[in-house]
């Protein structure tokens, strides 16, 4: 497999200062040594996309459409190859490729749509003596920092509404996983998109990445990332007045009542935290579950972890793939051995899973009796661990659900009891309360609360976060000046 190495600055494909090996975390294997950013790529980018910015925003959205068409029509002619970059640059099963890609073909195709529906309008005004109009307008130049575990979808987070907008925006992968991003740096190429629309470099050096923050030039600052990172972003950038629209972390609770339907919540909580080896910002953390289903339930999900098949065979039906790298490994075995010395008890996984010798795979993992002093219960795990905490009648479960320092971006409820499922969603602090199901696309609004987040990715709001309104207010009566106050 050829894989893009490039990155892609001022309309054309460009070697950097330095390289960075990619390894494959399922085989331990080279992927690609890549191009990474420099201080004067960093810089070349910034005043790219500066010069670019009067012009693309002056583009009519017609014009705009096309361009995101035709960048969309690239990415699905080459998908396999893009799924390719992906299932390689992490070692996500095949069959979990599809959604990064698909993605971003739904990204192109609904923001360059939303585009056109949105519309300008008036205010009324009270005295009668002018007339008010609102009108959107791009907010200016953008830069994304991305993470590693949906390389292809978090880049359509940001490139679909960014576009749209008129704002050029800078995208800066994860130096982990950059090869798919560096791949979309190729297609651009390959179909001649206006230089400095999109620029896509990776970079290993905090100070460089901490360069596009600190910079005047960018209007808008983007992050899909930790709340440590996101505090570290705005604190970076605060050399100008910025907008900020960061999706950041969420330790996700899930409240699993006595009439909910036990298979239906164990599929969903597996699934979710199974899948993509749990390296998912809504993946359920602490599953609360009632002490009357308590057992049943933990049976459930103990006979899911059980069955998971774990690899990176391409042909076979693989539910979890390796965690990032060896470091993210030994933190998830940490928090495991931690709580089992802490009186939780261990059911299933626990390590790595038998007959894997090479990669970074961890089991799927059932912990249960698992206690609010637990670091398992206190931090967003990002692997595929489920913690059960059981409660009863006596139990302050939203105090518990809603204690968590990362703040809110994801809640789960299931229960049979529509007026209970509204009075939890309704006192949950979280961005997201999905009820007895579970469901994400590209119309939907995905943010957080409090730590978890400002702004949205997905959906019209995603595309507000790069615009900006103006009042146009014009006087009825030109003989006369009415004062400030009229």
Request: charged share 20%; with cysteine.
């Amino acid at each position: 497999m050829n894989f893009p190495t490039k990155m892609y600055i001022d309309g054309a494909l460009t070697n950097g200062s330095a390289t960075r090996d990619v390894i494959n975390p399922a085989t331990d294997t080279l992927v690609a040594t890549v191009a990474v950013a420099g201080a004067d790529d960093a810089e070349r980018a910034l005043q790219s996309a500066k010069a670019t910015f009067p012009i693309w925003a002056a583009m009519p959205i017609a014009e705009r459409q096309a361009w995101m068409r035709k960048l969309r029509d690239a990415v699905v002619e080459a998908e396999d190859w893009l799924r390719t970059c992906v299932h390689h640059e992490m070692g996500k099963p095949w069959a979990q490729t599809e959604e990064d890609w698909g993605r971003l073909v739904a990204s192109l195709d609904y923001y360059a749509e939303e585009i056109a529906r949105l519309q300008d309008y008036g205010l009324a005004d009270r005295a009668g003596t002018h007339t008010h109009r609102m009108v959107h307008e791009p907010a200016g130049v953008a830069v994304a920092f991305l993470a590693w575990n949906f390389p292809l979808l978090n880049l359509a987070f940001k490139i679909g509404p960014a576009m749209a907008a008129g704002c050029p925006i800078i995208i800066r992968p994860s130096d982990a996983t950059p090869i798919s991003a560096y791949a979309v740096g190729a297609l651009c190429a390959q179909i001649g998109l206006p230089k400095g629309v999109v620029q896509i470099l990776a970079t290993k050096s905090y100070a460089v990445a901490d360069a596009l923050t600190a910079s005047t030039i960018p209007q808008v600052i983007t992050l899909i990332g930790s709340t440590k990172t996101g505090q570290h972003i705005m604190r970076t950038g605060a050399t100008s007045i910025k907008r900020y629209s960061m999706e950041l972390g969420g330790n996700a609770p899930v409240l699993v009542f006595e009439d909910a339907n036990l298979d239906l919540a164990a599929d969903i909580v597996t699934g979710v935290k199974f899948s993509n080896a749990g390296q998912i910002c809504v993946s359920p953390n602490r599953v609360f579950v009632a002490d009357a289903v308590r057992e049943a339930f933990t049976q459930k999900v103990t006979d899911r972890a059980k069955i998971a098949k774990v690899g990176f065979d391409k042909n076979a039906d693989i539910t979890t793939g390796p965690v990032i790298d060896g470091r993210a490994w030994a933190r998830l075995k940490g928090l495991v051995d931690n709580a089992v010395a802490d009186g939780a008890k261990l059911l299933a996984g626990g390590g790595r899973p038998a007959g894997l010798n090479a990669g970074h795979y961890f089991a799927p993992t059932v912990l249960t009796d698992v206690t609010e002093t637990m670091e398992v219960y206190r931090q967003e795990t990002f692997g595929p661990i489920v913690s059960i905490v059981s409660f009863d009648d006596q139990t302050d479960l939203l105090r518990m659900a809603n204690d968590c320092e990362e703040g809110g971006l994801t809640a789960y409820i299931f229960t049979r009891d529509l007026a209970r499922a509204e009075h939890y969603a309704a006192h949950l602090r979280y961005g997201e309360i999905q009820i007895n199901g579970v469901k994400y696309d590209i119309d939907l609004p995905h943010g957080g609360i409090g730590q978890a987040g400002i702004g949205h990715d997905c959906s019209a709001l995603a595309l507000h976060d790069y615009l900006v309104q103006k009042r146009i207010t014009r006087a009825l009566d030109t003989t006369t000046f009415g004062g400030l106050n009229s």
